[in-house]
């Protein structure tokens, strides 16, 4: 049994999910581009995310350490704290307010 409950509409991979801890993650694409750089792929970062996290901070932690080869963001979520995660080849902001 999978310790998150997904949801996609994507023929691979879960871009929606909480986990046992109780922490979500959802992306969003930015406008589609050609990959820039080398990176790991967001559906690897929405499971290691969905099995690993248990906070928020972890969550944002783990994509910040990333190098991302196409813009995405994350909405990262748990019971006492929510942000967006702006991840893009060229850097990774964290919007919290």
């Known amino acids: 049994m999978l310790p998150?409950?997904?949801?996609t509409h994507h023929w691979i991979g879960h871009p929606?999910?909480?986990n046992a801890a109780g922490v979500f993650v959802s992306i969003s694409s930015l406008p589609r581009?050609?990959?820039v750089d080398l990176g790991v792929q967001w559906k690897l970062l929405v499971g290691a995310i969905a099995s690993a996290c248990t906070?928020?901070?972890e969550a944002v932690?783990?994509?910040i350490g990333m190098s991302h080869p196409r813009s995405m963001t994350y909405l990262i979520a748990d019971r006492v704290?929510?942000?967006a995660v702006e991840a893009t080849p060229r850097g990774t902001v964290v919007w919290d307010r």
């Open 61 to 63: 932690d783990l994509l």
């Open 33 to 35: 581009g050609e990959a």
């Open 4 to 7: 998150f409950v997904p949801y």
């Open 16 to 18: 929606d999910c909480p």
């Open 81 to 83: 704290s929510a942000c």
């Open 55 to 57: 906070s928020a901070a």
